[in-house]
């Protein structure tokens, strides 16, 4: 069989960098922000799910649309020509 292969993934170097302060770290004045980012996480997953069950639900309307319309294509073909017999 076939089988793909997969390109070699290039290793970066690793180089450790300590930051040195020169200012006093600035007061947050009571507000955490670790929590907001955990929303907005949540919140974009939320989002990505509810968009695609509405695609998936979009895509089942259009299928059963196509298929009434072929049937009443169908059913109308049967009628005209049972009433020209």
Do not use: C, E, F
């Not at 939320?46 to 299928?63: E, H, N, P, W, Y």
């Not at 073909?77 to 020209?84: D, H, P, Y």
């Amino acid at each position: 069989m076939l089988r793909a292969k997969l390109p070699d993934i290039p290793t970066l170097p690793t180089t450790t960098v300590t930051p040195q302060q020169t200012q006093a770290p600035a007061s947050s004045a009571g507000h955490l922000v670790a929590p907001y980012v955990g929303v907005g996480v949540g919140a974009v997953a939320v989002v990505v799910a509810v968009g695609i069950v509405l695609t998936a639900l979009l895509a089942a309307l259009a299928v059963s649309a196509v298929s009434v319309a072929i049937a009443a294509v169908v059913l109308r073909s049967l009628v005209s020509s049972a009433n020209k017999r």
